[in-house]
């Protein structure tokens, strides 16, 4: 599945110097810089990321594109509005459907509580609306109960597009425990809701042997 971005890296990401780094800032698409990284202005940069997406979905064999926590716009940067996330979100998920049918369209956002205040994703407004085809919030917690809660908030926000989102190790260092990501999955199975798991190591690496039997016969 394809992620494209709407940021550009800097730090210890840089594209400081790159071609593309280069192009935005002499196209002007470059809205200001915000918790590390350099952000563009979706008005201005989405027709060539629209370009960028419709060359995958029409040369390679994907099903699917997944805009996640880098396809947000700051509300701390002067020229990131609501509006125009919402324009560019309509506008990509059109292109995608156009070129192909059957892409599956994803959005990966932060969770509900910042995801439109901080950043301008309205998962709710996207989901009512068609633009997305599916919701998987990054719902990153180690407390099953706030799990729970997240996963009730989210599905009254966005409804049957939810998919439960979970991670064994957003933070490598500490990896959430086996017991409370079995019961995060146990939660998600009880509503009938699909599950996502971050990220591949988690459960090639961590868990392995206690993923292939919880999910062994198709459960």
């Avoid at 800032?25 to 470059?30: D, F, L, P, S, Y």
């Avoid at 390679?60 to 979100?89: K, L, S």
């Avoid at 910042?114 to 009512?128: E, G, I, R, T």
Wanted: proline residues 4%; neutral net charge.
């Amino acid at each position: 599945m394809l992620r494209p971005a709407a940021r550009i890296y800097d730090g210890t990401y840089t594209a400081q110097g790159s071609v593309f780094d280069n192009v935005a800032k002499a196209r002007g698409w470059v809205l200001g810089t915000y918790n590390g990284y350099t952000w563009m202005d979706p008005t201005k940069s989405i027709g060539t990321m629209i370009n960028m997406v419709k060359d995958a979905v029409n040369g390679y064999p994907i099903n699917g594109v997944q805009f996640d926590d880098h396809w947000v716009c700051p509300t701390a940067v002067a020229g990131c509005t609501a509006a125009a996330m919402d324009q560019a979100m309509s506008q990509m998920t059109a292109a995608i459907r156009s070129a192909r049918g059957g892409v599956l369209v994803s959005l990966a956002p932060i969770v509900l509580a910042y995801s439109a205040s901080k950043y301008n994703v309205d998962m709710a407004k996207w989901a009512k609306n068609e633009w997305v085809d599916e919701v998987v919030p990054q719902m990153y917690t180690d407390n099953p109960v706030q799990y729970v809660k997240d996963l009730d908030t989210h599905l009254k926000a966005v409804g049957g597009k939810l998919i439960a989102g979970m991670a064994i190790n957003h933070d490598p260092s500490a990896p959430a425990s086996w017991t409370a990501v079995s019961q995060f999955i146990a939660a998600a199975q009880k509503k009938g809701l699909g599950i996502c798991i971050w990220y591949a190591k988690g459960f090639l690496g961590n868990y392995e042997t206690q993923i292939s039997a919880t999910f062994a016969g198709g459960k």
